[in-house]
């Protein structure tokens, strides 16, 4: 639920107790995990590792110019889901329970993604949606901004190239899509 492209966070955020609390404690599961899979059956090891390669890339260890978002978790979680999985099978007498909750939690995760189809159905109804979420998201003005003059709507694009440009006057592609459509477009004050 509340699935975006993009999440308008700052770090300082993420520095309250409760999210320090619960990173702690993610943390110290994490540990247990793998060290009682070294001591045993290796899938949850497999599992974190699996895990934390898949996220290391984008969790901001090293810099990199890459957004916040939901689907960074797709492949990641994998490893923790196959375990766990394997773990649930291993139990014998829990295979139908588990299975007829499988079933039913596949059918609620599917029935939900549904109602998400149409925000990610293309370029404009995705950074539309960004825009809800975060009205003064400046990358979702300027992406907004391309669709529209990608589309012809230049007074649109002008819109969003100007409300971006009025947060980060130094970006180019708002700079450059505005230079590009000024010609037809006065400007929008």
Same mark, same amino acid.
């Given at each position: 639920? &509340?699935?975006?492209?993009?999440?308008?966070?700052?770090?300082?955020?993420?520095?309250?107790?409760?999210?320090?609390?619960?990173?702690?404690?993610?943390?110290?599961?994490?540990?247990?995990?793998?060290?009682?899979?070294?001591?045993?059956?290796?899938?949850?090891?497999?599992?974190?590792?699996?895990?934390?390669? #898949?996220?290391?890339?984008?969790? &901001?260890?090293?810099?990199?110019?890459?957004?916040?978002?939901?689907?960074?978790?797709?492949?990641?979680?994998?490893?923790?889901?196959?375990?766990?999985?394997?773990?649930?099978?291993?139990?014998?007498?829990?295979?139908?329970?588990?299975?007829?909750?499988?079933?039913?939690?596949?059918?609620? #995760?599917?029935?939900?993604?549904?109602?998400?189809?149409?925000?990610?159905?293309?370029?404009?109804?995705?950074?539309?949606?960004?825009?809800?979420?975060?009205?003064?998201?400046?990358?979702?003005?300027?992406?907004?901004?391309?669709?529209?003059?990608?589309?012809?709507?230049?007074?649109?694009?002008?819109?969003?190239?100007?409300?971006?440009?009025?947060?980060?006057?130094? #970006?180019?592609?708002?700079?450059? &899509?505005?230079?590009?459509?000024?010609?037809?477009?006065?400007?929008?004050?």
């Amino acid at each position: 639920t &509340g699935l975006s492209p993009y999440h308008d966070f700052s770090p300082r955020d993420f520095h309250s107790p409760p999210w320090v609390g619960a990173g702690l404690a993610l943390l110290a599961l994490l540990a247990l995990m793998v060290w009682r899979s070294l001591r045993g059956d290796r899938v949850w090891f497999f599992a974190v590792v699996w895990f934390l390669a #898949f996220l290391a890339p984008v969790i &901001g260890i090293v810099r990199i110019n890459i957004l916040l978002a939901d689907r960074y978790l797709y492949l990641s979680i994998l490893g923790p889901l196959l375990a766990l999985a394997s773990t649930a099978l291993a139990v014998e007498r829990a295979r139908r329970p588990l299975a007829a909750l499988a079933v039913v939690a596949v059918g609620a #995760f599917a029935w939900q993604t549904a109602g998400y189809l149409p925000v990610f159905h293309d370029t404009e109804s995705l950074w539309a949606r960004v825009l809800e979420l975060c009205p003064g998201s400046s990358m979702a003005h300027s992406n907004l901004g391309a669709c529209y003059r990608m589309q012809g709507r230049g007074a649109e694009a002008a819109l969003h190239y100007d409300a971006d440009l009025a947060e980060r006057p130094y #970006f180019e592609e708002s700079f450059l &899509g505005r230079a590009i459509i000024a010609p037809f477009v006065a400007a929008v004050v």
